[in-house]
């Protein structure tokens, strides 16, 4: 069992709903991404979603946008982002990572020795936004050969039939994009996802975690009510953003917490 499939076992025995944070690796720089991560989880983080910083992450709204700049301003690549997973490994051997990014990086890499790369470093996902269900045989091949769980994100827009597609190849978690936009919109319809996650766990025998346009620890709350997991993206990136880094580590831990107790309120 990978170490996602076992966070969402031991929660729904505790009755809890998971929260997944994201940072994009290397921002505000490079030597503070472990030291956040292991902020996050302190904070009560239950998977941790790691950026993987490139040029043109169309998924992404500004906010993140302009964390990417910031890692690549430092040169921060693929190869430094497993480099930060492995560090945190060798101090967590619990929490689990999710990468998330775009094919770019893996492809210039290579599927098979990123796949092995990223297994050696600790990683438990990815989440390849440009990876399509339909042409992603060989992709998830590569990853269940060295037990790293391929994340599919799904949308309001998703068909029936694309819904059975993506339930056949997922593992540890469906991430449903909870609204029509980039990361860090402000149109969220809570009814429209209560709606559309039943029919996803009808489709898929997976948890499903609900994230994009999620800004506060009243909206985290509710969305714990209806979801398995809530990811919370863009508003710990602006935090990241406006804090100083004398702030920065404090600063993240109140903001995460705050979503850890709205979530665990909400039951």
Known sequence: MSRISATFQQLQAQGKKALIPFITA???????????????????????????????PMADGPTIQRASERALKHGVGLHDV????????SRNQTTPVVLMGYANPIEAMGQE??????????????LTVDYPAEESAEWVAHLDKVGIDPIF??????????????AKLARGFIYYVSLKGVTGAANLDLSE???????????????????????DAEMAGNMARIADAVV???????????????QLPQNIYHLVKGFREAIDRSH
């Open 232 to 246: 919370i993206g863009s508003r710990i990136v602006q935090e990241v953003e406006q804090s100083t880094i004398k």
């Open 153 to 166: 994100l799904l949308s309001p827009t998703t068909p029936t039939q694309r819904i059975a597609q993506v």
């Open 26 to 56: 290397g921002d505000p720089a490079p030597r503070h991404t472990v030291k956040l991560m292991r902020k996050l989880v302190e904070a009560g983080a239950d998977i941790i979603e790691l950026g993987v910083p490139f040029s043109d």
């Open 82 to 89: 497993l480099a930060m997973v492995a560090e945190f490994r």
């Open 113 to 126: 020795r990123f796949a092995a790369a990223a297994a050696q470093a600790g990683v438990d996902g990815v």
């Open 193 to 215: 996802v209560a709606a559309k996650i039943p029919q996803i766990r009808a489709a898929a025998n997976l948890p499903v975690g609900v994230g994009f346009g999620i800004r």
